[in-house]
């Protein structure tokens, strides 16, 4: 298992380097949290705030949120490019534990979504966001949101491994957040809105999560939305992890 690790975190740093040599990727990978930030803050901002204080300080967790998990699509995505273009194939000839290029894939995909939300704090703060809780509060908020992002990684990863081609995992991927994100309460709070998309908001794992980081960083924290979070984040490992384990060995014989 210690050896599996350390070939996992020796693929990540080698799936980390082309970000190096690829100006527009590592672009869209530090600029995505400015341009969401920009337009729900400042151009949706009234519908959650009456002011811009308070639209920042209700919107700023849910851009977070939104953007870490919409970056787990990029761990089926580079799965399936990999698969495609016989990286993997490679990997099989060489002396490293099987499981080793999958767990790089998924520790190199967690390092970029914490690069997303530093990214997302430093723009938050530019824009008037503060926490106003204890820096344990705050980690704590930021470590709730990646092991929510690592699941869903799992999930996106099994997607992958089973899709086709890249643009149909893309599809997928992009069909299940959507509405996991946008139909939740991370952008407006669930009033004054139809029966049944309050019903959704209550249920959705995202509204939780966007609940449970708002009241880390700024207060006013209603615990059972991070026993809830916890809760979702158990079952999808639960669910996603085997079967991702399973499609990476039919996969990669």
Same mark, same amino acid.
């Given at each position: 298992? %210690? %050896?599996?690790?350390?070939?996992?975190?020796?693929?990540?740093?080698?799936?980390?380097?082309?970000?190096?040599?690829?100006?527009?990727?590592?672009?869209?990978?530090?600029?995505?949290?400015?341009?969401?930030?920009?337009?729900?803050?400042?151009?949706?901002?009234?519908?959650?705030?009456?002011?811009?204080?308070?639209?920042?300080?209700?919107?700023?967790?849910?851009?977070?949120?939104?953007?870490?998990?919409?970056?787990?699509?990029?761990?089926?995505?580079?799965? =399936?490019?990999?698969?495609?273009?016989?990286?993997?194939?490679?990997?099989?000839?060489?002396?490293?534990?099987?499981?080793?290029?999958?767990?790089?894939?998924?520790?190199?995909?967690?390092? %970029?979504?914490?690069?997303?939300?530093?990214?997302?704090?430093?723009?938050?703060?530019?824009?008037?966001?503060?926490?106003?809780?204890?820096?344990? =509060?705050?980690? =704590?908020?930021?470590?709730?949101?990646? +092991?929510?992002?690592?699941?869903?990684?799992?999930?996106?990863?099994?997607?992958? +491994?089973?899709?086709?081609?890249?643009?149909?995992?893309?599809?997928?991927?992009?069909?299940?957040?959507?509405?996991?994100?946008?139909?939740?309460?991370?952008?407006?709070?669930?009033?004054?809105?139809?029966?049944?998309?309050?019903?959704?908001?209550?249920?959705?794992?995202?509204?939780? +999560? =966007?609940?449970?980081?708002?009241?880390?960083?700024?207060?006013?924290?209603?615990?059972?939305?991070?026993?809830? %979070? +916890?809760?979702?984040?158990?079952?999808?490992?639960?669910?996603?992890?085997?079967?991702?384990?399973?499609?990476?060995?039919?996969?990669?014989?």
């Amino acid at each position: 298992m %210690t %050896t599996a690790l350390s070939q996992g975190l020796t693929l990540a740093w080698r799936s980390l380097v082309p970000l190096r040599n690829n100006p527009g990727q590592l672009f869209g990978l530090l600029f995505q949290p400015v341009f969401m930030i920009v337009i729900f803050v400042y151009l949706f901002g009234g519908a959650a705030g009456g002011d811009r204080a308070g639209a920042v300080a209700y919107m700023l967790p849910g851009v977070l949120v939104q953007v870490a998990l919409m970056a787990t699509i990029t761990t089926g995505m580079n799965l =399936a490019t990999d698969l495609g273009n016989g990286v993997f194939d490679r990997f099989r000839t060489m002396p490293i534990a099987r499981s080793a290029p999958l767990l790089g894939r998924i520790l190199a995909d967690l390092l %970029t979504m914490l690069i997303t939300i530093a990214m997302s704090l430093a723009v938050g703060y530019a824009v008037g966001f503060r926490v106003t809780t204890s820096p344990f =509060a705050a980690l =704590a908020g930021i470590g709730l949101v990646l +092991l929510m992002t690592m699941a869903l990684s799992w999930g996106s990863a099994w997607i992958g +491994l089973v899709a086709k081609s890249v643009t149909s995992m893309q599809g997928v991927g992009t069909a299940v957040l959507l509405p996991l994100t946008f139909g939740s309460s991370a952008f407006v709070p669930a009033t004054d809105l139809p029966g049944w998309l309050t019903w959704w908001m209550g249920v959705n794992p995202v509204s939780h +999560l =966007a609940g449970a980081l708002r009241g880390l960083l700024g207060g006013g924290l209603a615990t059972h939305d991070v026993w809830i %979070t +916890l809760g979702w984040t158990a079952g999808l490992l639960a669910l996603f992890f085997p079967l991702a384990l399973r499609a990476y060995n039919r996969r990669v014989r």
